[in-house]
C-alpha cells in the first residue's frame, strides 16, 4: 500500500474510533441535564441518584473520548501537509475557534462539575451542567463548519496558489453547514437515548431499581422520539441541498446513473460501478428521488454517467452506507413510537426490553454511516471541486512510516476502547449507589 492510501486508512480509524465517544458526549450531558433540573426543582431524591450514576457514565466516556480526538489534528500536519498548506487559512482558524473557545470552556467546566458537589448551590451545579451541553454543542458546530467547508467551500479566494478566507460569515453561516449540524447533533441525541434505554432495560429485565431505571428509560425514550422523527424530516431537508451542491453523492447514494426527469429511488439496488448500471434493480418508485432532490416530481436529478468516471465516489460503499443508515433511522422511529405506548406497562413488555438492550450498538452503527456516506461520497476530493485527495497527502512522508504509525494507532485505540467500554460496561451493570 501507498502512503496515501495508509494516510486515508489511518485518517479513518482515527476518526471511526473518536467518533464513538463523540455522540455519547453529546447525548448523555444533555439527558444528565435533564435530570438535574429535575432534581432541582421536585428534590426528589433519585433525580439526584439518575444524575450521578449517568454522570459517571458520561465522565468516563468524556475522558476517553478527548484522548481519541488530539491525534486527528495533528494529522493534519503530518499526513496531509500539503492540504494543510492549501486551506490551512481557513480550516484551521475553524479548528482553532472550536478549541479555544468551546473545548477548553467544555473541559474546564467538566471539573467544575465533577468536583462541584457540595462546594456550588443546587441551582448553580445544575447550571454548569447546562453549559458543558451548550459548549459540547458548540464544539461539534464549528468542527462541523470546518468538515463542511470542505463538502461546500465558500467565503475564499484563490491567490498565490492557496484558498484564503475572505468571508468568515459566509463560511460559519453556510447552509449546507447549519443542515449538517441540524442532522448530526440530534442523530447523536439519539444515540444517547438508546444507551440509556438499552442499560436501563438490561436493569429491569433484572427488575433492579425498577423506578430508578423506569425513570431513565422514559427519559432517553422522550428525547431519541423526538429527535428520530427530527432527524428523518431534516434528513429530507439535507438532500435536497446536497442534490444542488454534491450531485454526484446524491446519485451514488441512490445508484443514480442516467440523468432523467421523474427519477426513481428504487426499493433494493445493487450498484455496479465498472458496468456503470445497477446489477440488480428491485421495486421503483418513479418521482420519488426527483422529489427528494428537488421537491418536484417531474425535475431532471444528474446521473453518474454525466459525471467523468475518475471523478465518481465509491458507488457501492455510498449506496450501502446511505441504505443502511435510512433503514436504522426507520427502525429507531418504530422503537420509540412503540415505546411511548408502553412506556407505563415496560415490566409487562419483556421482548420490547431484550429489544432495547440488543439496539444499544445500532445508534453507534448508523452513525457511523453517516460518516462513512458522508466522506466516501465527496471522494475523490478532500475539497470538494477543488483539490483532489490523492494532491492532498504529505509528499514526503514515507509509506512505512504512516504504515507503523497506523498500527500503533489501531493498537492504542484497541486499549483505550477496551478500557473505555470495559469501565462503562462495569458501571452500568453495578447500577447506582444504594439510596
Known amino acids: 500500500m501507498d502512503t496515501l492510501l495508509l494516510s486515508r486508512l489511518q485518517f479513518a480509524v482515527a476518526t471511526l474510533f473518536h467518533f464513538l465517544f463523540v455522540p455519547l458526549t453529546l447525548g448523555l450531558s444533555v439527558l444528565v441535564a435533564t435530570m438535574e433540573t429535575r432534581y432541582v426543582r421536585t428534590g426528589n431524591p433519585v433525580y439526584l441518584r439518575m444524575t450521578k450514576f449517568w454522570g459517571k457514565i458520561f465522565l468516563i466516556n468524556f475522558v476517553v473520548g478527548i484522548v481519541t480526538g488530539i491525534s486527528l489534528e495533528f494529522q493534519f500536519g503530518t499526513n496531509w501537509s500539503r492540504y494543510s498548506i492549501f486551506v490551512g487559512d481557513i480550516f484551521g482558524s475553524l479548528l482553532a475557534i472550536e478549541a479555544t473557545a468551546a473545548f477548553f470552556l467544555e473541559s474546564t467546566l467538566i471539573g467544575v462539575w465533577a468536583f462541584g458537589w457540595n462546594r456550588l448551590s443546587k441551582k448553580a451545579h445544575a447550571a454548569v451542567i447546562w453549559l458543558i451541553a451548550i459548549a459540547s454543542t458548540v464544539s461539534a458546530y464549528w468542527i462541523l463548519a470546518a468538515n463542511s467547508w470542505m463538502q461546500h467551500p465558500v467565503g475564499y479566494e484563490i491567490r498565490n496558489g492557496r484558498a484564503e478566507l475572505t468571508d468568515f460569515f459566509a463560511v460559519v453561516t ?56 427530527f432527524v428523518f424530516a431534516e434528513g429530507h431537508m439535507q438532500g435536497a441541498d ?110 420490547f426490553l431484550k429489544m432495547m438492550v440488543w439496539s444499544i450498538p445500532l445508534p453507534y452503527i448508523a452513525c457511523s454511516l453517516g460518516w462513512i456516506m458522508t466522506e466516501m461520497g465527496r471522494q475523490p476530493w478532500i475539497v470538494y471541486g477543488m483539490m483532489k485527495t ?46
Open 390 to 435: 490523492s494532491d492532498a497527502h504529505s509528499a514526503t512522508v514515507a509509506a512505512s512510516s504512516v504504515g507503523i504509525t497506523l498500527v500503533g494507532f489501531i493498537l492504542v485505540y484497541s486499549i483505550l476502547g477496551a478500557a473505555g467500554f470495559g469501565l462503562m460496561a462495569k458501571t452500568a451493570r453495578k447500577g447506582p449507589e444504594p439510596s
Open 174 to 229: 453556510s447552509k449546507f453547514a447549519v443542515l449538517q449540524f441540524l442532522h448530526t447533533v440530534p442523530a447523536a441525541y439519539i444515540l444517547g437515548g438508546f444507551f440509556v434505554m438499552g442499560i436501563s432495560a438490561w436493569h429491569l429485565l433484572r427488575k433492579n431499581e425498577t423506578d430508578f431505571f423506569t425513570r431513565s428509560f422514559r427519559t432517553g425514550l422522550a428525547l431519541s422520539l423526538v429527535m428520530s422523527l
Open 242 to 351: 446536497l442534490a444542488e451542491a454534491q450531485p454526484a453523492k446524491v446519485a451514488a447514494m441512490e445508484g443514480h446513473w442516467e440523468t432523467s426527469e421523474r427519477a426513481p429511488i428504487y426499493l433494493f439496488s445493487w450498484p455496479d460501478q465498472e458496468n456503470q448500471k445497477n446489477a440488480i434493480e428491485i421495486l421503483p418508485v418513479p418521482g420519488l428521488l426527483s422529489l427528494l432532490a428537488h421537491h418536484d416530481m417531474n425535475a431532471s436529478v444528474t446521473g453518474l454517467k454525466d459525471i467523468p468516471r475518475d471523478e465518481q465516489p465509491p458507488v457501492l460503499t455510498v449506496s450501502l452506507s446511505f441504505k443502511l443508515m435510512v433503514c436504522l433511522g426507520i427502525l429507531f422511529i418504530l422503537q420509540t413510537l412503540y415505546g411511548f405506548f408502553v412506556r407505563n406497562r415496560l415490566a409487562e413488555n419483556p421482548r
